[in-house]
């Protein structure tokens, strides 16, 4: 009867949507543009035959998203599994396009509707408890459960002393290697160049890594920097973030260098290049073009320098999260607290690796050895910044990497330049009343 019911939930969502499909990429994508979304539709889940079953988890939840046609499968058949074990607990389940999906949420809870989780990006996070829209989820689950997903993506949930959000599947940036060029994985960042200029011969590459700020920011983190402090404020002009400089230098020992274009994409793709940086997005195409066999993800490499102990190579950590409405009832809580449990165990987890989704609790055992490589890789990711004021950061720093790379000013003026530049914007936006 389940199989029947999964099918009848997918049959309806499909009919329902229309053809197109949408993908939300908070770190920004090289090439392409997304297609426009489908209007919004409501999905309800058909009332099974009552089970016989020991729970007595009751309720309804409703379930506002973005996903992708493609996976909605997938979704139908977690929620199923779950209605299966608890068969007094209803669902109402919408596909809202992702460019209305955050201001439909917040008007909507404004006025005391919307749903009781929504499915998003947690660069929203911020703004949605600002507004009043998304809750605190300390109270409705465990540290077991937190403590055994990707930590980097678990900080970018944390906002205000809150816990607003919690990932369900992540990406990020990550060091990837042409298994048919160089066969060893770098323990450390001199390997890496060693390696690379090993393989560099003919029209062979040993390494094309890339430079610019969203791709590069994060081994200011693993180097025990930080590029901003709690509040926002710039923290990066310092003898840490002139270390970070001299790393990204030291990226031309492997072999020349991209800042932010698609030509270590391209080289890579026709197997001349060994290691390449790139967004875990980018992983199927690569893939594909190189043959699975000859691809692999590798964890990022220690830096080791005697003023920089523990100091490591690093990428950003980005994911898609649950958000509760600040307007959930107190009778359906355990009926939230049960599915979210559920949702994020390793076993449901696993199911989003067969959609090409990284899992983001580090417990789930996923059959597809890329996607197992990119949670190692991002396990010792950085958290990707969430807090408003990171907008102002990107332009001023790459205009600073650009400077010091072009050799037309030292790494000091640089870093300089940059922090006065960000602390008089953020000045001035703190001057600005919001909207």
């Not at 926002?232 to 400089?245: C, E, K, Q, S």
């Not at 590798?298 to 307007?327: C, H, K, M, T």
Request: charged share 20%; aromatic share 8%; net charge negative.
């Amino acid at each position: 009867m389940h199989k029947n019911l999964i099918l009848l939930f997918v049959t309806i969502i499909q009919a329902l949507m229309l053809a197109s499909c949408v993908s939300d990429n908070p770190l920004p994508e090289r090439t392409g543009t997304p297609e426009a979304a489908p209007s919004a539709t409501r999905t309800p889940l058909p009332s099974p035959t009552a089970l016989v079953t020991e729970t007595l988890v009751s309720g309804s939840i409703s379930i506002w998203h973005s996903w992708d046609e493609s996976d909605l499968p997938t979704l139908a058949k977690i929620i199923d599994e779950f209605h299966s074990l608890h068969p007094d607990v209803l669902f109402d389940v919408l596909y809202v396009p992702v460019e209305d999906l955050r201001a439909r949420f917040e008007q909507e809870v404004s006025q005391g509707g919307g749903p009781d989780i929504l499915l998003g990006p947690a660069t929203w996070g911020p703004a949605l408890y600002d507004a009043g829209a998304s809750g605190d989820l300390s109270g409705l689950v465990s540290s077991e459960l937190t403590d055994g997903l990707n930590q980097a993506a678990v900080a970018s949930g944390r906002y205000q002393d809150a816990l607003i959000s919690l990932p369900y599947s992540i990406r990020g940036v990550m060091l990837i290697r042409n298994t048919a060029l160089i066969s060893q994985a770098p323990e450390t960042f001199e390997d890496l160049v060693s390696s690379a200029q090993s393989a560099t011969q003919g029209d062979v590459i040993g390494a094309v890594l890339e430079r610019s700020f969203y791709y590069s920011a994060a081994h200011l983190n693993g180097l025990g920097g930080t590029l901003m402090n709690e509040d926002g404020a710039p923290a990066f002009d310092d003898r840490l973030g002139l270390a970070w400089i001299r790393l990204l230098q030291d990226f031309e020992r492997a072999g020349p260098t991209d800042y932010f274009s698609d030509n270590d994409l391209d080289l890579f793709k026709t197997g001349k290049v060994g290691f390449i940086i790139a967004g875990s997005w980018k992983i199927p195409e690569l893939s594909e073009a190189v043959g699975p066999e000859n691809i692999v993800i590798d964890p990022w490499p220690d830096y080791q320098q005697e003023n920089l102990p523990g100091a490591r190579l690093s990428g950003y950590v980005q994911s898609q999260n649950i958000f509760v409405s600040r307007l959930l009832h107190e009778e359906n809580h355990r009926a939230l607290r049960s599915f979210i449990e559920f949702f994020l165990s390793p076993a449901v987890q696993k199911t989003l690796g067969e959609i090409d989704l990284v899992p983001a609790n580090r417990s789930a055992q996923v059959s597809d050895e890329l996607i197992a490589q990119s949670m190692t890789a991002l396990a010792g990711g950085t958290t990707y910044p969430t807090i408003p004021e990171f907008e102002i950061y990107p332009a001023a720093m790459d205009l600073a990497l650009r400077s010091i790379f072009q050799g037309e000013v030292s790494p000091e003026e640089a870093l300089s330049a940059a922090q006065e530049s960000i602390s008089l914007e953020l000045q001035q936006m703190r001057a600005t009343p919001s909207p």
